[in-house]
């Protein structure tokens, strides 16, 4: 099975440890449904412009334990909607990891992604080879390897369509 | 080569002799534990019929329902979602516990803590029943699988041992070691890991100390927390046990991917500052702090042991004027037994509101504090907006404090109360 690799520009780099991704739309509007809604609040208080830079197929950079705290879902609702198709982080908190992965929505652990990429450079995810690839800069690093599941939610789309699969033999 | 108590139970539910850490298993929960909440129950339900055909769960035993959250509901909306999880649990003949308590607390009540089992809940904080040498995980929304499939996929985790030495302190409770653990071995230490925590000095912290540690593992990273139950704790939770398992324990050379030794002789009473888990700090380097409000319950505290303290604190003084002070003990059971010890009259004369068993007080849903407001916790979490404005402020602290920070309207020692 191979899972597509995610390529496309840094669009933010988060470098705060234990980094509470509630504060991308604000815990006053986490309570937000409507995703256009939530869209239009991502990303104020880091880059009041980010709205105008980003496009598809971006993704955002992580430092170590991303996702600590109380992670609710509503603020990576908004990055899909604005078009981020991924998260690399130094590590991530289990908790956030777990939830992002069952909405299908790619993260990759890679120790040392901050100092593999600076903003806006174009970078590549390759799950089969494991490796982060730094297309600007012509450099890369290891990742660690998806577990099985987790390989196989990404591929079925999130936790829905995955379990819809007949039950691998493990 | 030895295997730890968690490698050993996942063996077991996984229908295997033995499994390492970083084995990718199909493991049967024993129990699946969830409690009704909107984006959760109400959409595993509708998910279980609209997306697999599937009608009933087929062995109703392995699954209980807890109603603990908006209790008591203050709309018909939150009634309405009430009255969805009561027919779903009489239509499938699943087990159904409302107004017992909160119910990871509950659960440990009722005989779900079976010493050896497997449990998973979509909530962390079931964590707690680790004290009890169960295997809890909180897997969020992949919760879905356990209710559509028998087996779910779960990779082994690696553990983390850590032993406690030494001797607590008058006015140092179990939740000042649990924020002293994160503070010495860091938020990150025990990152899709288990906490096994264990060492000589696991005998001076009660049950219900253990269960407020084990139930707070969530902010190490780790994926839960264990104890190796010993005869008070298998003297808990085997004659409530709702199956016979065999207690399993980790063996002497079981093999850990970090062992650390945490001194508790010269810990003192801590507070944990706004707005992270991560930010444990000595408490007297925050004294006299003006504080507006004050709670104790929640799953991690709101225990026996929290009451008596905080009884013990306000026994014949007041809360000071204009400070809201809000205890709600953990359980029904919990609750009667302070009410024939004495401990709500007490707390009641005091001036403390006391209110029945219920979630809603530590995530702001009811007590809810405006901007600028400040208060004293012993709820589960103190990021930015968890009990009302995003502009109030959290300290997380032991019951002790709480009860003297009352008595001040600043935060406080509790020492010179005891």
Known sequence: ?170 | MGYTITEKILARVSGKEFVKAGDEVMAKPDYVIAYDFPGYTDVYFKQMKEDFGIERVAEPDRYAIFIDHMVPAATPKEEELHIGTRTWCAENGVALYERKGIGHQVAAEVGYAVPGAFVVHFDGHISQLGTFGTLAMGIRRNLLEAFVRERISIKVPQTVRVNLRGTLQKGVMARDVFHHLVRTLGPASCRFQVLEVGGPALSQISTEGLQTITGLAMFTGAVTAIVNPDEERLAYALPRAKKKIEPVWSDPDAEYSAVHDLDLTDLEPLVVIPPTPANSRNLSEYLGIEINAGYLGSCASGRLEDLRVAAKVLQGRQVKAGFQLNVVPTSQEIMAAAGREGLLSTLVEAGAFVSSPSCDYCFGRIATMSANQRAVSTGTLNVRGRMGSPDSEIYLCNAATVAASAIEGAIADPRKYL
């Not at chain 1, 992604?113 to 590549?124: M, P, Y």
């Open chain 1, 1 to 170: 099975m191979a899972l597509k690799p995610l390529r496309g520009r840094v669009a933010f780099v988060f470098d705060e440890e234990n980094f509470d991704v509630d504060q991308i739309v604000g815990v006053k509007n986490i309570k937000i449904t409507d995703v256009d809604e939530l869209a239009k609040v991502a990303m104020l208080s880091y880059d009041p412009d980010f709205h105008g830079k980003v496009k598809p197929g971006d993704v955002i950079v992580g430092a170590h334990n991303f996702g600590y705290g109380h992670p609710h879902y509503p603020p990576m609702r908004a990055m899909r909607h604005l078009g981020v198709t991924g998260v690399i982080a130094e590590s991530f908190s289990p908790g956030y990891w777990r939830g992002e992965i069952s909405m299908g929505f790619p993260q990759a652990s890679c120790p040392g992604i901050l100092s593999l990429v600076d903003r806006w450079d174009e970078i590549e995810v390759d799950w089969d080879a494991n490796l982060v690839r730094n297309l600007t800069k012509g450099t890369s690093l290891p990742m660690e390897p998806l577990s099985y599941a987790d390989r196989e939610m990404l591929d079925a789309g999130g936790l829905v369509p995955y379990l819809k699969r007949p039950i691998a033999a493990v």
